[in-house]
């Protein structure tokens, strides 16, 4: 596939273009990263795709190889694999918390101890999700602003 | 939990533990019985009990997160198996002769008291950590 940037005047909107022989998972994964750098992310609810906002997301979880998009009251589905989104959202204060979850900093209240050397993380929503052991370094350089390995 | 970083911290906490039986016994053994003479091979003992002592913690290992129950289920498999090695290893002094029972009581009982309150300091010390967590999460939404 070849990219070509063409300049603009100011006056004129910024468009992205994709001309392909077909949709692939490739141009799609495209699209979504475009769109992630833009605030959104593409998701699917009862055969529906929505638009969703990426600062309303709670969290990302993978189930059985499927990855699903939490917000306060709504489940959806989206194609991508998590560590695709850990790639997409990590400038959005999104971080791996365990094996199988991202978590969006800015929907926490509260931190909170639990067993087996691992933390709580209460969100907004009422909802806890485990900090695993191995995530709890990267969460403390998250917070001081550092980048977690 | 890989498995090296499980030995590595197994490593540490034995070491841990043989300063700490080395203490322990140079204190009490000066105290209760300064007369006795020890021999090249008791410097054995402590590095002997400690290696004893950190078989049973391989229980906690883990490859997979374990469920709170599957936690608190490893917690008390590993105090009995603890305690067990304690038991086998430590004799009953002369002094308990014919009450060997009352002995080994009260020692079980000071080992699960010793276990209880290092698991609550570990408790207390992490919800300091999660208090500080919280509050550099404070920060850090205020910042942005």
């Known amino acids: 596939m070849q990219t070509r940037i063409t300049k603009i005047p100011k006056d004129r909107p910024e468009l992205i273009e994709i001309q392909c022989h077909t949709v692939s998972d490739e141009v799609r994964e495209i699209v979504a990263f475009v769109k992630s750098r833009q605030g959104q992310l593409s998701c699917m ?8 906002a990426v600062s309303d997301i709670l969290y990302i979880e993978t189930v059985d190889n499927k990855s699903f998009v939490y ?20 400038e959005k204060r999104f971080l791996r918390i365990s094996k199988s979850m ?20 209460e969100l907004i929503s009422g909802e806890q999700v485990v900090i695993t052991r191995k995530y709890v370094a990267d969460l403390k350089k998250a917070l001081k602003g550092e980048k977690a390995q | 939990m890989t498995l090296k970083e499980f030995i590595l911290s197994r490593v540490q906490v034995f070491f841990v533990l043989v300063t700490l039986i080395l203490f322990g016994s140079a204190i009490l053994g000066g105290i209760y019985a300064p007369e006795q003479e020890l021999h090249y091979h008791h410097l054995f003992s402590p590095i002997i009990i400690a290696a004893a002592c950190i078989l ?15 936690y608190i289920i490893r917690q008390i498999i590993e105090l009995i198996l603890i305690e067990a090695v304690v038991m086998f290893l430590v004799q009953a002094p002369p002094k308990y002769s014919g009450n060997e029972i009352r002995f080994y009581l009260i020692l079980g009982i000071m080992i699960f008291i010793i276990y209880v309150f290092v698991e609550v300091m570990t408790w207390l010390q992490k919800s300091r ?16």
């Open chain 1, 45 to 52: 609810a009862d055969e529906k795709m929505y638009e969703i």
């Open chain 1, 71 to 90: 917000t306060q009251g709504n489940e959806y589905e989206t194609k991508q694999k998590l560590y695709e989104l850990e790639e997409m959202l990590k």
């Open chain 1, 102 to 121: 991202l978590l969006n900093l800015m929907k926490v209240s509260s931190i909170k101890p639990a067993l087996n050397s691992r933390f709580m993380a």
């Open chain 2, 56 to 70: 049973p913690t391989c229980v906690t290992y883990y490859k997979k997160e374990p469920t709170p129950v599957q």
């Open chain 2, 129 to 144: 950590q999660a208090k500080q967590l919280t509050q550099q999460l404070q920060v850090f939404l205020v910042k942005e």
